[in-house]
């Protein structure tokens, strides 16, 4: 006996409503003329690379360091308007920007 089958043994007078697709529109990121800073930093003795200088929302910048991170494999984080990323990626990161269409300025090394 399915699981629907013993719902109607319980509640015979109960009607099923169909639930409505949800489509999830693609958010698109807003686009700087100003170049982000992409930067080589060490921290407790680890290598992180950040960017910084994105001067559109809050949250398209929290949703392109989770782009970042999926596209790299790698972890990180989002603090104080900076995207910290675990490990020496510049030269990727760089890459994927350009790409979608970002400035960016390497700064350090």
Known sequence: MS???QLKALFPDHIPTVEEEVQEEAHEL???K???ICKFEKRKGKVNTIIE???GEIEDFKLLAKEIKQF???GGSFKDEQIIIQ???RDKIMAYLKDKGFKVKRVGG
Request: hydrophobic letters at 35%; aromatic letters at 16%.
């Open 3 to 5: 699981l629907e089958d």
């Open 72 to 74: 790299l494999g790698v």
């Open 87 to 89: 490990g020496d990626y």
């Open 30 to 32: 807003w686009i700087q």
């Open 53 to 55: 200088g994105y001067e």
């Open 34 to 36: 100003e170049p982000l």
